[in-house]
């Protein structure tokens, strides 16, 4: 019994980080486009996060330290970025928020409870406090977050946009 329910695990694990690689493989090929098994350092943020993950820009530094070369090149190998990525999606690390919390977090932001933030609002609160967006991910926020009529960010619309469904 107990042989024949350890076979059955194992044989699952071998599914999961199948299923794993396949998905890593496709999302790494979006971006090799030399299709020589390399992608420039600056999209792997991009692939993380195509794969579900959401890490902070420290940990996707530490990320890309481990993946790189001893001298770095400006590019990634896929047979580096595989086992480390397969391990990341296996112990489920680069989690999103929580919708509730993410919802929280808005309505510290917005006192008066409006249910939204202007656009000035909103870029001072991603590139004076905390952990500070660059313009590029300021951009690519408001790209999507503002509506243009109003000029402001329905944060519970947003939220929903935002999270990953998980199932």
């Known amino acids: 019994m107990y042989a024949s329910t350890q076979s059955s695990i194992q044989w699952r694990f071998k599914v999961i980080v199948a299923e794993?690689?396949?998905?890593?493989?496709e999302a790494f090929e979006v971006f090799d486009h030399e299709t020589n098994n390399t992608v420039d350092v600056r999209e792997i943020g991009t692939i993380i996060r195509s794969l579900g993950c959401c890490p902070t820009e420290g940990e996707l530094h530490d990320f890309i330290a481990e993946v790189e070369e001893e001298e770095?090149?400006?590019?990634?190998?896929?047979?580096?970025?595989?086992?480390?990525?397969?391990?990341?999606l296996l112990e489920r690390k680069y989690r999103p928020i929580a919708e509730d919390v993410l919802l929280r977090a808005f309505e510290v932001l917005d006192p008066a409870r409006r249910?939204?933030?202007?656009?000035?609002?909103?870029v001072k609160f991603m590139t004076e406090e905390g952990e500070p967006f660059s313009q590029e991910e300021m951009e690519e926020?408001?790209?999507?977050?503002?509506?243009?009529?109003?000029?402001?960010?329905?944060?519970?619309?947003?939220?929903t946009m935002m999270v990953i469904d998980e199932n």
Not at 72 to 88: C, D, Q, S
Not at 115 to 122: C, I, P
């Open 72 to 88: 770095p090149t400006g590019y990634i190998r896929y047979e580096k970025f595989l086992p480390v990525m397969t391990r990341v």
């Open 20 to 25: 794993f690689h396949k998905k890593i493989k």
């Open 115 to 122: 249910g939204f933030l202007t656009r000035d609002e909103l």
């Open 141 to 159: 926020m408001l790209s999507a977050a503002i509506d243009p009529d109003s000029n402001s960010i329905n944060y519970r619309d947003y939220i």
